[in-house]
């Protein structure tokens, strides 16, 4: 697991069945407010790393017996442009707020719109 990956992780407290516990900070709380926004428009309630994995069986059930390569480069750019073009939406544009938003510097996130044609 990368460095940031276990941050990531020792900030859910993941031995709790009871759901409401699962997220122990404000970030998580947030995405919990999130996904309950979801729930009440007819999406099922599950964490984004669940639909995540579903869409990666099923891609792997699909291939059956071939084998992918850069799957990892695959589902980035599948998650990373909707992901930059709705917070650019968001901000009205404004690539400050935008790359303050998604954590990035200003030139990474210009680099990224650039790739995706959003700029």
């Known amino acids: 697991m990368t460095p940031q990956a ?6 859910v407290n993941q031995s709790t069945e009871n759901p ?3 997220y122990t900070d404000d970030y998580h709380r947030s995405i919990r407010d999130v996904e309950s926004a979801l729930d009440h428009t007819g999406h099922a309630h599950e ?4 639909h995540v994995e579903r869409v990666v ?4 059930a699909v291939l059956g017996d071939e084998l992918p390569t850069d799957l990892y480069e695959l589902i ?3 998650i990373e442009q909707p992901l930059l ?4 939406e968001k901000t009205r544009g404004n690539q400050t707020k935008c790359a303050q938003i998604l954590g ?12 995706y044609g959003l700029m």
């Open 6 to 11: 276990q941050y990531n992780a020792s900030h």
């Open 76 to 78: 980035l750019k599948e």
């Open 104 to 115: 990035l510097n200003r030139g990474t996130l210009r680099k990224k719109l650039k790739t």
């Open 57 to 60: 069986r099923q891609y792997f």
């Open 20 to 22: 409401a516990d699962y």
């Open 47 to 50: 964490p984004l790393r669940i």
């Open 85 to 88: 073009s709705v917070v650019l």
